[in-house]
């Protein structure tokens, strides 16, 4: 399992173009992992693999760890508190539990040096290991990416990277040429 959370997160790190400081959101669930119905099997041995493999490959690279909680906490995130402070994200009390946040929340508070919950974050890129529903907290224009990992254990894994808007019209370009300056 943790080969795969790997191979997906190189693959993922190769077409997002994620920046130092930038964001990458996790949703997963456990029990989805090991082949069960969502909420129904967690377990934190899972979801201690799955983090700490992230933790360990996003720390050289100072991307930031985002962990997405369950609907029962409205999909709160879990944060390092020096990133909720530089990006200002109100900090929010609550405490995960195995079936209040989940197994991947739980590791989180495990694997940081501080961590704390937020309610929101638009963040540049993720991972959505057994359809969590992450889209919430990632910005605008979601663009999915495709990995040889098609599942991490028993769970449909997707992949999604961000760009920016494309606005305008029709006269709009979307790339730069400097012959534009030229242009009459």
Not at 52 to 65: A, D, G, W
Not at 82 to 89: L, N, R, S, T
Not at 118 to 134: R, S
């Amino acid at each position: 399992m943790e080969l795969d959370v790997k191979q997906g997160l190189s693959e993922l790190l190769e077409q997002a173009n994620l920046r130092p400081g930038d964001i990458l959101v996790l949703g997963m669930s456990t029990s989805e992992i090991q082949g069960n119905a969502i909420g129904k099997h967690p377990s934190l041995n899972v979801a201690r693999a799955v983090v700490n493999t992230l933790v360990e490959e996003l720390k050289p690279l100072n991307i930031h760890l985002a962990v997405q909680g369950c609907e029962h906490l409205n999909r709160a995130l879990v944060v390092e508190r020096p990133v909720a402070e530089k990006y200002g994200f109100e900090i929010v009390t609550v405490f995960p539990a195995v079936h209040a946040g989940g197994s991947g929340q739980l590791a989180a508070f495990e694997a940081f040096a501080e961590p704390v919950e937020i309610e929101h974050i638009v963040a540049q890129a993720g991972i959505d290991i057994g359809d969590t529903m992450i889209g919430m907290h990632i910005k605008h224009v979601q663009i999915p990416v495709r990995t040889s990992i098609k599942s991490i254990g028993a769970a449909h894994v997707t992949y999604a990277r961000t760009r920016p808007k494309l606005i305008g019209g029709q006269r709009a370009k979307y790339e730069w040429d400097p012959n534009f300056l030229n242009e009459d």
